[in-house]
């Protein structure tokens, strides 16, 4: 019989090592602190992830430059550049509320899957962009910016804006926060709130009151909302122009 050659001892498999993940590279947020502003900073706090600060002085006309139109066309802030946007590339992204559901959907939180619930966000969400944050922007114009005296836009734009409020303390009478669990909803109504309360009591709105004090209260609201707040400063003649004069360019 042939003898069985025997078979050379198989060396041992040395250990994988563990590979050390990369940490993830900033979001590139583009932001000067305004209630829009304060949507973002908010969220990213809230979601924990690194992000830099790249202010765009809205007063200095800063939103115009060439650079930055090529990210936001509608020359607003916010605007966002993920480096690690879907398959892996960058994106840019403009409008807050976009901006708000992206960020959202990337990191699934905030806005829920659930086709139900991320209908109630979206309600409120939109309710806020197309409403809340438009009117109270104009009503904040011709109560402190308006270089003339327009009894009829004041109350026009203040009486929307409290009916809006009506609207939101009803909503919170039976909810803790809009879509019922804190999301990018309550993100993106918060500020514009807080703005709305310098010029209309919210005595007469205890649920939207309460909901203020709820969400002033988060580490990552309170974090957002010190984003570059030094920067904040009164505008200049100068500025105004800038801010209210502009035309298509």
Not at 62 to 78: D, G, H, V
Not at 105 to 117: L, N, S, V
Not at 129 to 158: C, I, T, W
Not at 208 to 237: I, N
Request: glycine share 8%; charged share 25%.
């Amino acid at each position: 019989m042939a003898k069985k050659t025997a078979k050379p001892a198989k060396k041992p498999t040395p250990k994988a090592r563990k590979s050390t993940p990369k940490p993830a590279k900033p979001i590139a947020l583009y932001y000067w602190p305004t209630p829009n502003g304060h949507k973002i900073s908010i969220m990213l706090e809230e979601l924990g992830v690194p992000y830099a600060v790249h202010p765009v002085n809205i007063g200095k006309g800063e939103q115009f430059a060439p650079a930055f139109l090529k990210i936001s066309p509608n020359n607003r802030m916010p605007a966002i550049i993920d480096p690690d946007g879907p398959g892996g590339r960058p994106i840019s992204v403009f409008e807050s509320g976009a901006i708000l559901q992206y960020l959202g959907r990337k990191y699934g939180k905030f806005y829920p899957q659930d086709e139900r619930a991320r209908v109630a966000v979206e309600e409120w969400l939109f309710w806020q962009v197309g409403g809340l944050g438009p009117m109270a922007g104009q009503a904040n114009h011709f109560l402190n910016y308006a270089p003339e005296d327009l009894p009829y836009a004041k109350k026009r734009y203040s009486d929307e804006v409290h009916r809006l409020l009506g609207v939101m303390n009803r909503r919170l009478e039976k909810k803790k926060f809009l879509a019922g669990a804190y999301s990018i909803a309550d993100m993106a109504c918060w500020s514009w709130v807080l703005s709305t309360s310098k010029y209309i009591a919210l005595d007469e709105f205890p649920h939207v009151k309460a909901w203020r004090e709820r969400v002033g209260k988060r580490k990552a609201v309170v974090r957002g909302k010190a984003v570059a707040a030094e920067a904040r400063t009164p505008l200049t003649d100068e500025e105004r122009q800038v801010l209210f004069g502009q035309r298509a360019r």
